[in-house]
């Protein structure tokens, strides 16, 4: 390898590292500025709470969108009537990392890589590859109980930034890539048994899953965009240029709001680097004076109960992805409804960084945060209102 070939790669390892440790760094950040004891200050009553599995933990690993789409269709399984089944998550981020690579290559390194996907993903490859249940693949060596993925990740990139770089890339490549996986995850299963019955990945996701990935639709809402209209959201993680429908900013609860009322959960990307989202205290919510201005008191005290929030509008929601302080941070499922002391409602949310908070892996986010700092929804096209499905045309 000649020397400038030698800091390509050098210089894609040290981005992919720093992908890899973005997950653990943005979990550490996340703990908010409350005392230990913020969890007495809020007074939750249950208005909706839906069927969802066990709470996971992504380990250090930047697939919280695969937890949190495979999370989604497990809560498909129980409202369609079936047994849920703890649906590998691995298995989906491995095959995106093929599918991902594929891209990468055909576009001559010209797109992002990383651990990062979408919510859409999940069916992607749910319709690509099938599925397989978490106990026949959890992709975990033998010493290790949760994710690390600070090795592979980089290898992978480097993989792939060399390959992409090369004047004529092997008819081979692709074979290295997936024994690279191998090594780390372990080979997937071509048959496996699940409760006595013998199964392909395409068979099990047919036949125990039973979802169609045809029946679901991805919403998003941006003022840039014509509203009604499916447009192609331009973020780093939607490799595969997947459009979504856009609505207007108060439609985006209004469509949850919807879902959840007829029995359907949402996924939901979403930012979560801002100070008033806190993973410790399990709240997110809008304060009305702006972190930088709050006084050190306004700051001890953001999680200690209910807070009033301004009313977010069109054009500071575009504002706010157009200058990166919105950013596509994290995907979570959202399965219910509460109501603080006060009647204000937030949305329970299922998180997937293990049971380490005040709400052992929930959290509960105000309506107006939804409304601010949503990248986007994925939810079954019936949980749609008819007036909203015909708008959309769909």
């Known amino acids: 390898m000649n020397w400038n070939k030698s800091i390509l790669l050098a210089a894609a390892l040290f981005s992919a590292v720093v992908q890899v440790n973005a997950q653990d760094n943005l ?19 249950e208005v909706i709470n839906l069927g969802n599995t066990s709470i996971k933990d992504q380990g250090s690993s930047g697939t919280c969108w695969s ?43 010209d797109q992002a890589q990383g651990d990062g996907g979408q919510l859409h993903d999940v069916l992607t490859i749910f319709r690509q590859y099938g599925a397989v249940p978490r106990e026949a693949y959890t992709g975990l060596p033998a010493e290790q109980s949760r994710n690390n ?37 372990g080979q997937v299963p071509e048959n496996f048994s699940y409760k006595g019955k013998s199964y392909t990945p395409r068979t099990f996701a047919d036949q125990v899953v039973g979802i169609n990935p045809d029946d679901y639709v991805g919403i998003s809402s ?15 993680d939607n490799w595969s240029f997947e459009r979504f429908y856009n609505v207007q900013i108060n439609e985006l609860t209004d469509i949850i709001d919807n879902a959840l009322k007829n029995g359907y959960t949402v996924a939901w990307a979403t930012d979560v680097s801002e100070k008033s989202f806190s993973w410790k205290n399990g709240v997110a919510y809008v304060p009305e004076t702006p972190f930088e201005q709050m006084s ?68 509960y986010a105000t309506k107006e945060y939804v409304r601010y700092k949503t990248i986007s929804l994925l939810l079954h096209k019936k949980a749609l209102t008819k007036n909203l499905s015909s708008k959309l045309g769909i």
């Open 222 to 236: 941006f003022d840039e965009h014509a509203y009604y209209k499916p447009f192609v959201l331009l973020i780093p």
């Open 27 to 45: 979990i550490n950040s996340l703990k908010g500025n409350a005392s230990d004891n913020s969890k007495e200050g809020f007074k939750f009553t």
């Open 149 to 185: 993925f600070s090795e592979m990740g980089p290898l992978l990139q480097g993989m792939t930034e060399t390959i992409a770089k090369s004047k004529k890339p092997s008819a081979n490549w692709l074979s290295a890539f997936t024994a690279a996986m191998d090594a780390y995850l």
């Open 67 to 109: 937890y949190s789409g495979n999370s989604f269709l497990e809560s498909e399984m129980i409202r369609m009537g079936k047994q849920p089944v703890d649906i590998s998550p691995i298995f989906t981020a491995r095959n995106t990392y093929i599918e991902k690579a594929k891209n990468f290559v055909r576009l001559h390194g």
């Open 296 to 363: 050190e008191a306004e700051r001890a005290s953001m999680f200690n109960g209910p807070k009033a929030e301004p009313t977010i509008t069109a054009a500071q929601r575009q504002e706010a992805f157009d200058n990166y302080s919105t950013t596509d941070d994290h995907g979570m499922h959202i399965v219910g409804l509460v109501k603080d002391q006060n009647g204000k409602e937030y949305y329970i949310v299922k998180n997937s960084w293990g049971e380490s908070n005040d709400y052992k892996g929930y959290m």
